[in-house]
């Protein structure tokens, strides 16, 4: 709700914000106003286009702002040459932001409307003014006048005005607000007098009448004004007074005829703007529903901008002016006016650039797109827009991040609208529809922007919204109990990202000094409610600490923010110190900020009760984890170290020592002394020993690295004494209390020799083991090692053997530097290649591996070493010392004895062969050595040996069939991969890569595959060619393989042999399923047998349906009746059986048999068949009564079907003669009076000439038909063509039989009765020689020039020499025109597209006539040829 304000005094002050436009001004061409009248509406605009012009001042305009902002000081300092323009559209996710607006109800001016409205029935308020003063016009032609107080000051005008000009329409004061413009709904327009509140002047003809005032504006000159009417033009008024008489002057600017100016906003000079180049400049912005325009009244008449506005037919446009400050230099700034036009849903922003009263350009800054369609618009300050959407919401938008700051719903304010002035109502309605229908919620009288404030007109009050200051926006938080949002936006505050600040000024650190005090007194304020009142009074302890756990991290992170973490522990700490609950939940929320660096010291005693807390929740591995990552400084060491060791914390051991005492030795000794004492026992060792052992292991390899442990860096100075003393720690060779040599080195080998002897290998990569003392250090440790594992016997061989390891990768990655007695070295090399241990064999081999490459093995005999590692299996080892050798093959036999790498044989031997590296005798030896393991090869992958075979080895495939005989498992799957590497291989186009196989290679697959893969072998005859019938049929029978048998059979054309095998297994089948069922106490399920059954009834089907068609009869009773019988005798042996759904399942069996039969079978064949058989002929009939309708129905389906289909034939054919006689008897109309060959007219003609009349509408003379061939004889019949149709399309002939003549009808047909008239015949014989043409090339070569067109004369002079007339010869538009009345139609792209199609094999042909003009409007066919095949007639 808007406060109740009562005298209230309004700020009129005038500010400015001084944040910097940093850009080089883009110039901008000026438009004529005539060019902008006729310009097109489907002008682009420049914001949207011209990009280069534009980015700069984009870059200026979005970090333009409130000189009041935190980050202003430093804005100037962030590098704005990075961004670009973006058009998007507002982020609406709502930000702390808080409340923005401040609303305020101007109570005093309310009360005052409501008393004029019941004394002087001054009527309803209807527009506004805001400036010094505020003034309202009412629906009755009043005029009210309030100063800042609210207080009346004048009532100007009266009812009776009012009836005569209407409600006051339009307001405005001039500059310094001691005149005042009122325009009225009947379009006057009077001047008042505020010092003394007299009517100055009444003007009546400063616009056409008939339409109201829509606008009326003081300029920067107190005697200069501009309005608009609703007639959509605009007037420029200039106040004149001589010799004490006032009168007015007015001038057109711009008309409605182009278009209804709808706005118009003049720019205002600031008083405070000094020597600025516009301040001689009077500028005024107006817009149309399609054009914005910016033009110069002063010192001349000039329109310098324009830009298209696009918008929905009800949308109106919108415009609003503000100055910035622009910071052009790193000195210099300038002030310049921005101004914002908007519709419908876009927002443009431009800025006015001006050099001088001449030059005046405009430059596009940013585009805004808001999801709303807005009323008005509104600036804030340089910063803050606020837009009034239809819903009557008003949206505050930052500019420069395009971001929604917030909404406000305004809708109690009950805005008035204009929308009467805009349909003219007071003077008939008469504007046109675009502007009544835009104009209907108009509200620029009653929506106004002054100095920062936002002032709406409702019917009974006025409403002005204000930007609340920064303590303000605080403070709405605080009184809704919204402390987490008050605090972020505090925060905002601090860090400078807020947005519309207001009152927040200085330097940034004065301004973080008064934020920071403000948020300590809300966390302070904030605390205190949360341990008071907003704490619940009841509930369970888990409750109570879910409620504190939301609480304390909002109190740490501000605090840490403002780095005051001496209140964080101080007030803070001590206000939650009170409550026991409140205590542990704060100190456990420290440990997250502990652990990620963010809280680094913490005050003793808040660490001791920090670790009193965790230890007596027993949580002390969360006490170590904060220890080590806090300043030393904040620790009571004491308490401290006496806490680690008693507990075991042995990571905040070392960090203390290291950290407090910088003391990297001591904890490592104390340490390595409890280890020793868990190693020493022999027992297995706990998780807890286990754990210090590995920490011990890590903070040597990191001390001897140069880092600290756990984590951070080791300070630069001390790195290199840190490594010497630790080195020489665990090199020691006696301590105190122990007797043993080298104990610390002795005990970190028996805790873990792999991986003690890693951290020595990566302290061996170190600068410092690389210098002369480095390598004599190191060989001391190897010297160590030796003397500690090897001589000492209490290491086990396994351990021993992973020195040597270490040993051999040292002595191969350091150059030999390390030296090894050789004695020594004999026992690494015979442990590595010790074929009795499989220990770690992989290990082991690549550590030989490394030693020989690094050539740590040259003393060694070579042919001893290959031994070895044959003996040790080391086939990698054998590999490389074969390759040396280049013995190729016998590195192939080590790639088939090592299990891990055999798959990779085949490659290795495609890389040999296909190398030109190796000699032909190295391939060939490789190829022999192949051919002697294909056995093996062949088992790792049948598929890769057989490509290998047959791509690289010459060898024939039976060599190689007959090698593997001896082991038929290994041929199967040899032949296997031929026969798969044969399929994938095939292709139909290459037809000479195709793998040929011999066909006693396949026949050797078969019987191999029947003896493997016996289910596979159907399949694979059925699908493959290449073996012989009979040697093939004789496997299958030697295997018994019964399917692949039958299939055989049938391919050779042994039909009952085929049926014969597959009948008796199913016979089988059946027995088998019979005796099953036929067994009392079998409980075997049968359904699978039954599936068999089914499956191998469709198989007997199929082969019966296939092979029926080529028998007669017998022999497909020979076929289906013994199938037949198959399936119904179970039937008789099971009648007895108690089971109904066997006896469905078989009925249903007989049933397809019988089905699939009928098509073969005569139906009384089988009936009888069927009741002969005792399963069926025997009972009643009902048994034997479904299988009987059965067959019925299916008979009577096949009948019907069989009926309907005649049906159809003889409906289409009766169809089709009707159609045929309807045509033959249908007389034909034709569509001229005259022949269409020789043009003569046919009541010209003697009655003994005969017309030939077609059904497509042409007519001919018969002997004009016959003279062209048009006539072919069909079994003695003449069969006349219709000659037009059939050289129009080629092979569609219209044909007649019926010959037409106008007389004598009855006279016999003979063709020598046919006789030509002599005009005929000339006509014919001019037409012949007329196409006598050249041929088609030299067509082609005249089509490609203009002598065509001489050719064209030329057959025209040829018309006008048997005419015996002479005419003026023309081509327009492709046609030959001669005189007034011939044309000659042949067009070019006709001639071009003939020769075109006729290169193409089609068969058109071009038409040329020749036509006459007989009337003054009728053109008759005079003459017409056609251009045939060959251009020749």
Request: a negative charge.
């Amino acid at each position: 709700m808007a406060e109740e304000i009562s005298n209230s005094v309004l700020n009129f002050d005038i500010e400015f914000d001084d944040e910097e436009f940093k850009s080089d001004l883009p110039t901008v061409e000026n438009p004529t106003l005539e060019s902008i009248l006729n310009e097109s509406e489907d002008y682009e605009s420049p914001v949207e286009d011209d990009t280069s012009s534009v980015i700069s001042a984009v870059q200026m305009f979005k970090d333009s702002g409130d000189t009041t902002s935190l980050s202003s000081s430093d804005s100037n300092r962030t590098d704005r040459s990075a961004r670009s323009r973006q058009k998007k559209k507002i982020d609406l996710q709502k930000t702390v932001h808080g409340s923005v607006l401040k609303p305020n109800r101007l109570k005093n001016i309310a009360a005052q409307l409501h008393s004029a409205a019941d004394r002087v029935d001054a009527g309803m308020p209807t527009s506004m003014a805001v400036s010094s003063l505020i003034a309202i016009g009412t629906s009755h032609g009043l005029v009210l006048v309030f100063d800042p107080k609210q207080v009346l000051k004048w009532c100007l005008g009266s009812t009776a005005v009012g009836q005569q000009y209407g409600s006051v329409s339009a307001l405005s004061f001039n500059k310094d607000c001691t005149r005042l413009l009122s325009g009225f709904a009947k379009g006057q327009i009077t001047m008042w007098d505020l010092t003394n509140g007299k009517l100055l002047r009444t003007i009546t003809d400063a616009h056409p009448p008939g339409s109201a005032v829509l606008h009326v504006k003081f300029t920067d000159s107190p005697v200069l004004a501009v309005c608009s009417d609703s007639g959509g033009s605009v007037f420029e008024l200039e106040m004149k007074r001589l010799i004490g008489v006032r009168t007015c002057e007015s001038k057109c600017l711009f008309s409605g005829s182009r278009g209804e100016v709808c706005v118009v906003e003049p720019l205002h000079m600031n008083l405070t703007i000094k020597d600025h180049p516009m301040q001689d400049v009077m500028v005024v912005a107006m817009a149309t529903l399609s054009k914005v325009l910016l033009v110069t009244l002063r010192p001349q008449l000039k329109v310098v901008f324009t830009h298209a506005l696009k918008g929905s037919p009800t949308s109106l446009p919108l415009l609003a002016w503000q100055f910035v400050i622009i910071q052009v230099s790193e000195k210099d700034r300038v002030i310049d006016p921005v101004l914002v036009f908007a519709r419908e849903s876009t927002i443009y922003f431009f800025q006015v650039i001006c050099n001088n009263a001449q030059d005046i350009k405009c430059s596009g800054l940013q585009k805004i797109i808001v999801p709303y369609k807005m009323l008005s618009v509104a600036w804030m300050n340089p910063r803050i827009l606020v837009a009034l959407d239809t819903n009557e919401k008003i949206h505050v938008i930052d500019v420069r991040s395009e971001e929604e700051l917030e909404v406000l719903d305004v809708s109690d304010v009950q805005l008035v609208y204009n929308n009467s002035q805009f349909k003219s109502l007071a003077t008939g309605g008469n504007v046109s529809q675009a502007l009544a229908m835009a104009g209907e919620e108009a509200c620029y009288q009653t929506v106004v922007s002054h100095n920062g404030q936002l002032l709406l007109l409702g019917t009974k009050a006025v409403y002005v919204y204000t930007l609340r200051n920064w303590k303000e926006r605080i403070d709405v938080l605080v009184k809704q109990n919204k402390y987490n949002e008050a605090l972020a936006l505090s925060l905002s505050f601090y860090d400078g990202r807020a947005k519309a600040i207001i009152g927040l000024g200085g330097s940034s650190k004065s301004k973080r000094e008064i934020v920071s005090d403000m948020m300590l007194e809300l966390l302070f304020e904030y605390v205190d409610l949360s341990m008071t009142t907003l704490c619940p009074e009841k509930g369970k302890m888990e409750e109570l600490e879910a409620y504190y756990q939301n609480i304390v991290p909002v109190c740490v992170d501000y605090c840490l923010h403002l780095s005051r973490t001496d209140i964080l522990f101080g007030r803070i700490y001590d206000r939650f110190a009170v409550d026991y609950i409140a205590r542990g939940t704060f100190l456990e929320c420290l440990e997250p900020y502990i652990l990620s660096d963010k809280l680094r010291s913490i005050p003793p005693s808040v660490m001791k009760d920090l670790v009193e807390h965790y230890q007596a929740k027993n949580m002390l591995e969360g006490v170590e984890s904060c220890i080590v990552h806090l300043e030393v400084t904040s620790l009571d060491i004491h308490q401290v170290v006496n806490l680690c060791w008693s507990h075991g914390l042995y990571d905040a051991i070392i960090y203390v020592y290291n950290k407090g005492m910088f003391d990297y030795t001591t904890p490592l000794e104390e340490l390595l002394g409890i280890l020793q004492q868990a190693v020493s026992t022999g027992i297995q060792l706990t998780d807890e020993q286990i754990r210090l052992g590995n920490k011990l292991l890590v903070y040597i390899s990191c001390c001897l690295a140069g880092r600290a442990y756990p984590l951070g860096d080791i300070p630069e100075e001390m790195v290199a004494d840190v490594k010497k003393n630790v080195f020489q720690c665990i090199t020691r060779l006696r301590v105190k209390n122990n007797e043993s040599t080298h104990p610390y080195l002795r005990t970190l080998l028996q805790f873990d020799t792999r991986e003690f002897l890693n951290v020595l290998a990566l302290a061996f990569e170190e600068k410092e083991f690389n210098t002369e003392e480095g390598i004599r250090n190191r060989q001391r440790v190897v010297d160590i090692l030796l003397q500690v594992v090897v001589e000492s016997g209490e290491f086990t061989p396994t351990q021993i053997g992973i020195l040597f390891t270490f040993l051999a990768r040292q002595m191969a990655c350091h150059e030999n530097t390390i030296l090894v007695n050789r004695v020594l070295f004999e026992q690494v090399l015979e442990f590595l290649a010790n074929p009795e241990d499989d220990s770690r064999h992989e290990e082991r081999q690549q550590a030989l591996m490394e030693l020989l490459q690094a050539g740590g093995l040259q003393q060694v005999d070579e042919e001893k070493l290959l031994s070895m590692a044959e003996n040790a299996k080391f086939y990698r080892v054998c590999e490389l010392l074969y390759e040396k050798r280049r013995h190729f093959d016998k590195i192939l036999s080590c790639y088939l004895r090592d299990p891990s790498r055999k798959y990779h044989a085949f490659s290795y031997i495609t890389s040999i062969l296909n190398s030109e590296r190796f000699t032909l005798e190295e391939q060939e030896r490789l190829k022999e050595e192949a051919f002697n393991q294909l056995e093996e090869l062949v088992s790792i992958d049948c598929k890769q040996a057989a490509q290998m075979v047959i791509s690289t080895m010459p060898k024939n495939l039976g060599v190689v069939a007959n090698k593997m005989k001896s082991n038929p498992k290994i041929l199967f799957g040899f032949l296997k991969g031929v026969m798969s590497y044969r399929e994938s291989s095939s292709s139909a186009i290459h037809t000479d890569k195709q793998v040929n196989i011999e066909p006693w290679i396949m026949e050797l697959y078969v019987d191999l595959m029947c003896q493997f893969r016996p289910q596979e072998v159907y399949n694979y005859i059925k699908l493959n060619e290449g073996y012989r019938l009979e040697q093939t049929l004789e496997i299958c029978r030697k295997h018994k393989h019964s399917e692949a048998t039958a299939y055989l059979l049938e391919k050779a054309g042994d039909i009952q042999g085929a049926f014969g095998i597959i009948l008796t297994n199913l016979q089988n089948k059946l027995k088998l399923l019979t005796n099953e069922l036929l067994t009392p106490d079998s409980e075997k399920d049968v359904t699978v047998q039954f599936l068999e059954v089914q499956a191998l009834i469709l198989v007997v089907i199929q082969l019966c349906q296939r092979n029926s068609g080529k028998m007669d009869e017998a022999g497909r009773e020979s076929l289906w009746f013994p199938l037949l019988e198959t399936v119904m005798s179970p039937q008789r042996k099971l009648k007895d059986l108690n089971n109904k759904q066997i006896h469905e399942d078989f009925k249903k069996a007989t049933h397809h048999v019988l089905n699939s039969m009928m098509g073969y079978i005569a139906l009384p064949t089988i009936l009888h068949k069927i009741m002969q058989d005792p399963a069926y002929s025997t009972g009643k009939f009902g048994e034997v009564r479904e299988l009987i309708l059965g067959m019925l129905e299916t008979y009577n389906y096949e009948q019907t079907l069989m009926e309907t289909c005649k049906n159809l034939l003889n409906h289409d054919i009766h169809v089709h003669l009707k159609n045929l006689t309807s045509a033959a008897t249908k007389g034909y109309i034709p569509k001229g009076d005259g022949c269409d060959l020789c043009t003569k007219q046919f009541i010209n003609q003697n009655e003994t000439d005969t017309v030939i009349i077609f059904r497509c509408g042409h007519s001919y003379h018969k002997g004009c038909l016959q003279s062209i061939g048009s006539v072919h004889v069909i079994d003695g019949e003449d069969s006349w063509i219709c000659y037009l149709c059939s050289h129009r399309k080629r092979g569609q002939f219209q044909s007649t039989r019926f010959h037409r003549s106008l007389s004598n009808r009855g006279q016999p047909k003979s063709k020598d009765n046919i006789s030509v008239d002599p005009q005929h015949s000339q006509a014919l014989d001019f037409v012949r020689n007329f196409l006598k043409t050249p041929s088609r090339v030299s067509w082609i070569s005249l089509t490609v020039s203009s002598k065509f067109k001489m050719w064209i004369r030329d057959k025209v002079h040829e018309v006008q020499h048997v005419s015996g007339n002479t005419y003026d010869i023309k081509c327009v538009h492709g046609n030959v025109y001669f005189g007034q009345n011939w044309i000659l139609n042949c067009r070019w792209h006709y001639l071009m597209n003939y020769l075109r199609n006729r290169d193409q094999g089609h068969t058109e042909e071009l038409q040329v006539s020749l036509i006459k003009k007989t009337s003054s409007s009728n053109w008759h066919l005079h003459l017409q040829w056609n251009l045939c095949h060959d251009f020749s007639c």
